[in-house]
T-cell receptor, first 113, second 113 residues
Framework: AQSVTQLDSHVSVSEGTPVLLRCNYSSSYSPSLFWYVQHPNKGLQLLLKYTSAATLVKGINGFEAEFKKSETSFHLTKPSAHMSDAAEYFCVGSTSGTYKYIFGTGTRLKVLA | DAEITQSPRHKITETGRQVTLACHQTWNHNNMFWYRQDLGHGLRLIHYSYGVQDTNKGEVSDGYSVSRSNTEDLPLTLESAASSQTSVYFC????????????FGSGTQLSVL
């Protein structure tokens, strides 16, 4: 069975410092993996997705994520945090050939001035 | 532009009442999903549909029903609202199998008093 685990429920960083949001997955098959961002009172917006074409995936707003099969990880990073990055982030997994998406429990990112 | 809209944005109801939340998408997507979002649980799947006349139960389907009479709409009905169903509800759609991105509505905040 597939599962997605976000290792931190809350992360705080100072503006201008790097962001690391951690996600581990388990899957019997090659997964598709996504990161979504949710700003307050908004729906979820896709940041980036991995579908086996390249292990380093670049997304919007300077975010990127690296798929590491040996570590079963798909961590989200950004070199320099902005105040506007403060939001909740969800790691999502799916198995190709199915229609089901498995959501992590979310990581709330706080950016300190 | 194509979009996915949910209505109402906010709803307050009383226990025992029937409530219907609307979801309408103009992406012409076959797949539609209903999720609920609760603190500490991330997004949990309530019901989903792969096309007209197709509906399936998700992990938290008790007390909810859906119907799919056309491609654009997947209304979610709470048969007899309970306080445990106070939550934020998101509708989403996708075009294909699990490696396609989900498009989300802006959500409905439902309070059952």
């Amino acid at each position: 069975a597939q599962s997605v685990t976000q290792l931190d429920s809350h992360v705080s960083v100072s503006e201008g410092t790097p962001v690391l949001l951690r996600c581990n997955y388990s899957s019997s098959y090659s997964p598709s993996l996504f990161w979504y961002v949710q700003h307050p009172n908004k729906g979820l917006q896709l940041l980036l997705k991995y579908t086996s074409a390249a292990t380093l995936v670049k997304g919007i707003n300077g975010f990127e994520a690296e798929f590491k099969k040996s570590e079963t990880s798909f961590h989200l990073t950004k070199p320099s945090a902005h105040m506007s990055d403060a939001a909740e982030y969800f790691c999502v997994g799916s198995t190709s050939g199915t229609y089901k998406y498995i959501f992590g429990t979310g990581t709330r990112l706080k950016v300190l001035a | 532009d194509a979009e996915i809209t949910q209505s109402p944005r906010h709803k307050i109801t009383e226990t025992g009442r029937q409530v219907t939340l609307a979801c309408h998408q103009t992406w012409n997507h076959n797949n539609m999903f209903w999720y609920r979002q609760d603190l500490g649980h991330g997004l949990r799947l309530i019901h989903y549909s792969y096309g007209v006349q197709d509906t399936n139960k998700g992990e938290v389907s008790d007390g909810y029903s859906v119907s799919r009479s056309n491609t654009e709409d997947l209304p979610l009905t709470l048969e007899s609202a309970a306080s445990s169903q106070t939550s934020v509800y998101f509708c989403a759609s996708s075009s294909g199998q699990g490696n396609e991105k989900l498009f989300f509505g802006s959500g409905t905040q439902l309070s059952v008093l």
